[in-house]
Structures are given as C-alpha cells and as structure tokens.
T-cell receptor, first 117, second 110 residues
C-alpha cells in the first residue's frame, strides 16, 4: 500500500524568504504525485501534479516541485514566500486500483506554513 | 466548481446523515474523502457513471449515490463520535484526472 510522509508538521518563514516543504512517498510503481493547499475552512486546491516526463514541475502561485525517484521525494519549493501563502500544504500520491479502475489519493498529514510579515 | 451542502452539520450518535455534492459540469467521476482534525484526507470511495468504483478502509455504513445530473450523496448510518470530521467531495473529468475539491461539510457528532 502506498504512503506519504511529510516530516515537518509546522514551518515558519519570513515573508520574502525561500520555502521548501518535504514530502517522501512509498509506492511500488511510478507514482502520480500532487501538492494541494488548504486554507482554514476551505477545501483543497491543486498546486501542481507530476504524472511523468520532466521531473521539475511548475504549478500555480509560483510553486514548483521536483520528483526524485532515487530519494522517493517530491519536495515543494517557492523562491519568495508571500503572507498569503500561509496555509496547510498536503502532499499526495495517486494510485490506480487496477481491479476497480478507481483512482485514489493517499495524503500525508500536512505541513502548516506560517509566514512572518 | 464543486459545491457541497450543508457547510456544517451537528448530529447525535446513532443518527443517520446525508451529505450532498454537486460536481463540476461534465465530470463523470466523484470521490469522497474524510478529513479528521489535524490529519490529511482519507479516501472513502469513488463513483464512476453512477456505480461504486473503489472503496477505502471504511465500513459499509458509509454509502453513496451518484446521479446523472452531476450530483452525488454520501450517507452515513449509525453515526459514531469518530465520524466527526470534514467530508470532502471531489470530482474529476476522468477516473485518472486530477481531483477538484469542494470546500467540504463539517460534521460534528455528539
């Protein structure tokens, strides 16, 4: 079964500083990987996804992530954080159930990002 | 986008609840996730063309329906205190397309 580990529960950065959120996954095949962001009281918004191809993926709001198969990692980065980026970030691995044809995401427990003005 | 109703709900242990979701137009797949406080979402099940198409580790008292008009329901019978959570609906264009989530229904069981 697949799993996702986000080692950092809470990260605090200053506005304008760079950001890296860590994500490690466990999955037997080539994974589909995602980063979602959740603001308080809101649902999940897709930041970016990796299905195949170029291992450096660009997303919305200036975020990018790099897939490293050898390290089973998919870390999220942003060169300069804005106060509005404060939220909770979830990494997820997508797995297709070949029997049912269904597609389910397994999420990490999330990293809460606080931004100091 | 994906809309869910109601936004908040309080129920008593043992009761039954129905949560509703309206998928993004044209999306034929809907998935439901449970997000307990401080946790990541957990997959409950997925519906494709009105049939259950996969289920996570949830008991049969969690059931669903998907209708032809882009709407769907999550039903939970015999509510337990641990069912208190944010329930998220997500739709996708195809079964392996990225999921688009609604804002969720916050269920509190007392």
């Amino acid at each position: 079964a697949q799993s996702v580990t986000q080692p950092d529960i809470h990260i605090t950065v200053s506005e304008g500083a760079s950001l890296e959120l860590r994500c490690n996954y466990s999955y037997g095949a080539t994974p589909y990987l995602f980063w979602y962001v959740q603001s308080p009281g809101q649902g999940l918004q897709l930041l970016l996804k990796y299905f195949s191809g170029d291992t450096l993926v660009q997303g919305i709001k200036g975020f990018e992530a790099e897939f490293k198969r050898s390290q089973s990692s998919f870390n999220l980065r942003k060169p300069s954080v804005h106060w509005s980026d404060a939220a909770e970030y979830f990494c997820a691995v997508g797995a297709v159930d070949s029997g049912a044809g269904s597609y389910q995401l397994t999420f990490g427990k999330g990293t809460k990002l606080s931004v100091i003005p | 986008g994906v809309t869910q109703s109601p936004t908040h709900l309080i129920k008593t242990r043992g009761q039954q609840v129905t949560l509703r979701c309206s998928s993004q137009s044209g999306h034929n797949t809907v998935s439901w996730y449970q997000q307990a406080l401080g946790q990541g979402p957990q997959f409950i099940f997925q519906y494709y063309r009105e049939e259950e198409n996969g289920r996570g580790n949830f008991p049969p008292r969690f059931s669903g329906l998907q209708f032809p008009n882009d709407s769907s329901e999550l039903n939970v019978n015999a509510l337990e205190l641990d069912d208190s959570a944010l329930y998220l609906c997500a739709s996708s264009l195809f079964r392996n397309s990225p999921l688009h989530f609604g804002n969720g229904t916050r269920l509190t069981v007392t």
